[in-house]
């Protein structure tokens, strides 16, 4: 008799659901930016991954130190990048507390290409004499397609994803498929999200962008993949209100928000 494969128990909670600008953006005056709904305030786009013991974050953004205070994380082990971009990377500099209290560095799993530009914009934690008291980085490269383990419970699949021309990564832990600042999803890829069970991925706004899914993409990429659950992220401004996007989603589809969790089976 054939035995089902086991698959960790995930907690996936939204830290942002915001593009780069966040929400409200500065100076914005329209309905969504007003919005006294908590739902319709949105940090920059990262997720903490919980299986077990093992805290995993995705992206660490300009707003990392507040939601690693509101969600009160007390240790990481470690930080998988999707892409470069501010973001998703300028945060960096506020792991050092974790640092302090673990006494470690910090594995930071991402493209070559990214880790390379991490190295340069934090020179001063990878110089020869770093600077007192900066944060402790352990730089890990892998590859679109690669499965690697960030603990020896968990393995992690790499996914290959098109940001506008830019290569960047997605990633597959168990039947949880997380994709951000998509435009295009490869074949390849696509056949490894066949089993997926939720699906996180971007929703930029209803109009055409040349490097995000828009509303209609999105919802086509969801309906190809056929998860049982999908959040829709990285919701800029223009998509309205959080009530009136639920109204034009059907019920497996849902908008995230800042502080959601969910469980992953």
Do not use: W
């Not at 939204?14 to 940090?43: A, H, M, W, Y």
């Not at 590859?143 to 992690?156: K, T």
């Amino acid at each position: 008799m054939n035995q089902k494969v086991q698959h960790p128990k995930i907690k996936l909670t939204f830290l942002g659901t915001g593009t780069s600008q966040g929400v409200p953006v500065i100076g914005c005056e329209c309905d969504t930016c007003l919005s006294g709904d908590r739902k319709d305030n949105r940090l920059r786009t990262s997720v903490l991954i919980q299986i077990d013991q093992v805290n995993l974050l995705i992206d660490a953004g300009p707003d990392l130190r507040q939601q690693m205070l509101r969600q009160k994380v007390h240790h990481l082990n470690g930080i998988l990048i999707t892409h470069e971009h501010n973001d998703h990377t300028i945060g960096l500099d506020d792991i050092r507390p974790f640092n302090f209290m673990q006494g470690t560095d910090i594995p930071i799993y991402g493209l070559p290409r990214v880790l390379d530009g991490i190295k340069s914009r934090f020179s001063y934690v990878f110089s020869e004499n770093p600077y007192p008291g900066s944060p402790r980085m352990m730089c890990v490269p892998v590859e679109p397609g690669q499965l690697f383990s960030p603990d020896q419970s968990i393995e992690v699949c790499a996914l290959s994803i098109l940001h506008g021309t830019l290569p960047i990564l997605g990633f597959k832990i168990g039947r949880l498929a997380y994709i951000t600042d998509a435009s295009e999803i490869p074949e390849d890829t696509m056949r490894q999200l066949h089993d997926v069970d939720t699906l996180v991925v971007n929703c930029l706004r209803y109009r055409k962008h040349p490097s995000h899914f828009n509303f209609d993409d999105a919802l086509s990429f969801i309906r190809q993949i056929s998860p049982r659950k999908a959040y829709l992220t990285h919701l800029s401004h223009e998509m309205g209100l959080y009530e009136d996007i639920m109204e034009k989603l059907p019920p497996d589809i849902k908008p995230a928000f800042d502080g959601l969790s969910i469980e992953c089976p």
